[in-house]
Structures are given as structure tokens and as C-alpha cells.
């Protein structure tokens, strides 16, 4: 099946620190990759639509200084929380899907676990 | 605007029950909707995945329904054992099938033993 690989998958840094993450699409190629946020007893919130080649398309309320999406090719996007504050200690999860506009499931990350102190 | 609820938020059961867990969203026009299992600090397992046009989806102990027109999904989940103690999350993906999910907050599941 699909895999997709999340690294690292925990974080503890610095207030101040700016962290990256990765998120692979390994035995499929991924047009599409989402990056979700969740917070102690929330539900997941997407924060960023990244597209490979173009620039990702954020939701509202999400800063797209803050948090850096890179998607270079069709197999990696890269997540990158700059000058992370403890407000941004959360669970950042990835997922990709394999076609645009397909009836195929998005298949996730196991998440990364981000502590600032 | 989306939202997706799920109730109960936390429910306790002795294992060998049956038991239904319920997912509601407020705008019926969704491209699919899917059921997932997390487990404690890790990612998400996808357990049934049901297209707008289909009714239900069965795989094994779980069988999931949709009934669309009135915004509300069910996930079923025979002779429950332990090992199914997990927070199950419901997600409705909307537009054209190119957006991200939206979440419901989830329903922490204990089977007790």
C-alpha cells in the first residue's frame, strides 16, 4: 500500500529555533501533499495545500512567513516552522495524494510531535 | 463553512459489545468521507473510506454508513475487542476531491477487558 514517511517525529528545541520538517511520498509519486496541525484535544486543522512546482495555498489564519512549505518534487514536501514559540508546540501531520481530483484516499504521516520550550 | 462534530467525545465499553459511533457534518455537498483510527501520539490508520454516491462501506469488524442528504455518517464496530481502544476520527473531503480534509475532533474509544 501507499506509504507515506514523516521525519523526524519528535522535536524538542529552543524558543526561537526553526525546526523542518519532511514528509515523503515513498512508492508513489504525489502531486498533492496537505499539512495539518493538532492540538491537545482538537481536531486536526489544515494549515497548507502544497502543490509540486508552485507555491502552496494556506488557510485562513495560517502564516505562510511563519511556516515555510516547500514541495521541490513529486515524492517530498518539506514543513518549515521558523522562529518556533512554545504556542507553536503541536502535532504537525503531513499527507499526500497520489492523483489530483482522484476518488484515491489521502494516506498520512505519522506525524511529528513539535516542543518548544 | 465545514464542520464536522462527532458523538460521543469519549465512550467506555466492555469488550464483546457492539457499538456505533457517530459523525455529523453541516454541509451534505462532500466528495467523500472517511473514517480513521489514531492511536495515542501517533499518525492516523484509514479504516473505510465511503464515496458521495455509496451508502456504506464494510471491512471486517467495521462497517461504516453515510447518509449524505442529511449530513450524518455511522461507524460500526462489532464484537469490540481491547485492541480497538483508539481515538476514531471522522473527515469529509469536500470540493472536487483536491482539497484537504476537515476533522471532527474525534471519539476517544476504551474497550475495557
Known amino acids: 500500500g501507499a506509504v507515506v514517511s514523516q521525519h523526524p517525529s519528535r522535536v524538542i528545541c529552543k524558543s526561537g529555533t526553526s525546526v523542518k520538517i519532511e514528509c515523503r511520498s515513498l512508492d508513489f509519486q504525489a502531486t498533492t501533499m496537505f499539512w495539518y496541525r493538532q492540538f491537545p484535544k482538537q481536531s486536526l486543522m489544515l494549515m497548507a495545500t502544497?502543490?509540486?512546482?508552485?507555491?502552496?495555498?494556506?488557510e485562513q489564519g495560517v502564516e505562510k512567513d511563519k511556516f515555510l512549505i516547500n514541495h521541490a518534487s513529486l515524492t517530498l514536501s518539506t514543513l518549515t516552522v521558523t522562529s518556533a514559540h512554545p504556542e507553536d508546540s503541536s502535532f504537525y501531520i503531513c499527507s499526500a495524494k497520489p492523483l489530483r481530483n482522484s476518488n484515491q484516499p489521502q494516506h498520512f504521516g505519522d506525524g511529528t510531535r513539535l516542543s518548544i520550550l | 463553512k465545514q464542520e464536522v462534530t462527532q458523538i460521543p467525545a469519549a465512550l467506555s465499553v466492555p469488550e464483546g459489545e457492539n457499538l456505533v459511533l457517530n459523525c455529523s457534518f453541516t454541509d451534505s455537498a462532500i466528495y467523500n468521507l472517511q473514517w480513521f483510527r489514531q492511536d495515542p501520539g501517533k499518525g492516523l490508520t484509514s479504516l473505510l473510506l465511503i464515496q458521495s454516491s455509496q451508502r456504506e462501506q464494510t471491512s471486517g469488524r467495521l462497517n461504516a454508513s453515510l447518509d449524505k442528504s442529511s449530513g450524518r455518517s455511522t461507524l460500526y464496530i462489532a464484537a469490540s475487542q481491547p485492541g480497538d481502544s483508539a481515538t476514531y476520527l471522522c473527515a469529509v473531503l469536500e470540493g472536487g476531491g483536491a482539497d484537504g480534509l476537515t476533522f471532527g475532533k474525534g471519539t476517544h474509544l476504551i474497550i475495557q477487558p
Open positions: 502544497s502543490n509540486e512546482g508552485s507555491k502552496a495555498t494556506y
